[in-house]
């Protein structure tokens, strides 16, 4: 509202003066010279007025802000960390996850995970499909304890993961999700993100096996091309490439594919497949995606639908039950058939 009502002011002040200057003028006591004269005064008077308005729009902006800033710097750290002597070692976890009846919701009135049991042993590659918001991302954001379940549990090897600390949990995970997280930096600069100790023949290393050392070679820098604010400088495939890159050079215990090689073409994804095979061999990985051909492979394929398991079983089983997830593959091969 500052600038507007300066400006009416001011504004007012030039009638003011015209019409109270051409009253005198015409009576003969100041000359036309006068008037103008006068116009340039209020002008010089208002001038650093609006100023003044400008920063006081500029000072109310910067409080808004600093009030954000404030509040994120009272928020508590992480409140409920157990304590050093307390914590499960990390460093014994096989991989092997279990989900006993979890129960969770964003907004405990409106649960998004009914009740949802599964155990997985070390070293097995499950698969979780279902439709869009079924609550695949949601599991794997409890997993990795982004979030806390309301009621029941996930335990790895035994020990609940509230008993981990939240940095030695997540050190055991790899992850590639839906939303690639890039910032501004060079692309080997990213990968590292992995490990941040990696020399740069393991980046090369890591970028090659995610078949993206291809395309690093053709851009501007190669490795060391900066990727800017938004990472806006590469395609949404070739960011998902680099997370997969990131990923295989952290070389976790559990690796977790959140649609992974959703923006990928098909013949891509194939190469990618076969490095990530060897990249799970031995290792416990969680895989959503919804082009089926992809998983396959699974060793148990969870079908999950409005936060509920309805069906589990491998590949062979679930298709010979001819229920849910039958439906589903055979919807994608429709065209081919
Ligand atoms: N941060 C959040 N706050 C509140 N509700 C959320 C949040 N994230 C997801 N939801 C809700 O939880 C439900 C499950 O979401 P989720 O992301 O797990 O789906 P999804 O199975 O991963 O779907 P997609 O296949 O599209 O990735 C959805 O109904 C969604 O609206
Ligand atoms: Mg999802």
Request: proline residues 2%; aromatic residues 6%.
């Amino acid at each position: 509202m500052m600038m507007p009502i300066m400006n009416i002011i001011g504004n007012l002040g030039y009638v003011v003066v015209c019409v109270v200057g051409a009253h005198q003028a015409i009576n003969g006591r100041i000359t036309i010279g006068d008037i103008q004269a006068f116009i340039q005064y209020v002008r010089n008077f208002q001038q650093p007025i609006m100023q003044v308005s400008q920063i006081s729009a500029q000072l109310q902006q910067t409080m808004a802000a600093a009030e954000r800033i404030f509040g994120f710097l009272d928020e508590q750290e992480i409140p409920d960390e157990v304590s050093d002597e307390e914590a499960a070692d990390p460093e014994v976890v096989t991989g092997a996850v279990r989900f006993d009846h979890v129960h969770f919701g964003y907004d405990p009135e409106k649960p998004v995970i009914n009740d949802f049991s599964a155990t997985v042993a070390a070293g097995q590659k499950i698969a979780i499909v279902g439709k869009t918001g079924a609550g695949k991302t949601t599991v794997i954001k409890l997993l990795m304890r982004f979030y806390d379940v309301d009621s029941g549990g996930i335990l790895l090897d035994d020990s609940d993961i509230r008993r981990f600390k939240r940095n030695d949990l997540r050190s055991l995970f790899g992850m590639v999700l839906q939303e690639t997280w890039l910032y501004n930096g060079s692309i080997a600069d990213n990968i590292r993100y992995g490990k941040l100790e990696a020399t740069d023949e393991e980046v090369k290393a890591a970028a090659q096996v995610a078949q993206a050392d291809h395309f690093i070679q053709t851009m501007p820098d190669g490795y060391d091309m900066k990727l800017n604010e938004e990472a806006s400088n590469v395609s949404q495939g070739q960011k998902q490439l680099l997370t997969i890159a990131r990923a295989i050079l952290h070389d976790p215990k559990i690796l977790i594919l959140d649609e992974a090689t959703s923006s990928v073409d098909t013949r891509t994804e194939q190469h990618i497949q076969k490095a990530m095979d060897n990249l799970m061999k031995g290792r416990t990985s969680f895989i959503i995606a919804h082009r089926l051909s992809t998983i396959k492979n699974a060793d148990l394929i969870l079908v999950m639908d409005d936060g509920d398991i309805i069906e589990q079983g491998s590949h062979e089983e679930l298709l010979a039950a001819n229920g849910h997830y039958a439906a589903l593959y055979n919807s994608q091969f429709a065209d081919v058939a």
